[in-house]
């Protein structure tokens, strides 16, 4: 699926996928969501001090690690405005 053709989801609808209200675990960066589900490293939408269900672009300049490990994970949709 080209990225054009993914389903948007407003900032609400990502918030409802933060490993605590959903079984879905999301994450957003640099406006694309990612689906981290399946990470060890996300368990119940923890990751360090983080949690997932938001756009976390800015905090990634506290990580310990690049953008390169968004990689392995599919961009499932794109968040809107
Ligand atoms: C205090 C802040 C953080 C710490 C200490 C931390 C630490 C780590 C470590 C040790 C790993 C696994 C090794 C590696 O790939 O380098 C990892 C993976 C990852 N981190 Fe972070 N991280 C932090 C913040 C963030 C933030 C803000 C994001 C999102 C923007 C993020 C997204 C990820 C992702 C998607 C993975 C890959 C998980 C996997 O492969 O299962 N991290 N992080």
Avoid: C
Wanted: a negative charge.
């Amino acid at each position: 699926m080209s990225i054009e053709n993914l389903p948007s989801y407003t900032k609400t609808q990502l918030a409802l996928r933060n490993g605590q209200d959903r079984d879905e675990i999301w994450v957003a960066y640099k406006g694309q969501i990612y689906d981290v589900g399946n990470s060890r490293l996300w368990k119940n939408g923890k990751h360090y001090e983080h949690w997932a269900g938001q756009d976390l672009t800015e905090e990634l300049s506290d990580a310990p690690h690049t953008e390169t490990v968004f990689d392995k994970f599919m961009v499932i949709g794109i968040l809107t405005l």
